[in-house]
């Protein structure tokens, strides 16, 4: 009885991931025309977007400390 609920509950298993797969093809398929150089482009330029606001947040909090804005 629990070699027979065990395989039920693989069975269940895999055929919920087999549902997710299949309604996460078409997406799939549209990520996989970008090519992979547009992929790097984007994630460097996120990098860069975050290390120039970081560095802008950093050099507001220094002068709201110096002006006494902060302590």
């Not at 693989?10 to 547009?38: E, K, T, Y």
């Amino acid at each position: 009885m629990v070699a027979t609920g065990a395989v039920g509950f693989v069975n269940w298993v895999a055929g919920g991931i087999s549902d997710i797969r299949d309604g996460a093809q078409p997406v799939l398929d549209l990520f996989g025309i970008v090519p992979w150089w547009a992929y790097l482009a984007l994630f460097f330029g996120v990098a860069l977007w975050l290390y120039l606001n970081g560095r802008n947040g950093e050099a507001a909090s220094v002068e709201a400390v110096q002006e006494g804005a902060r302590r």
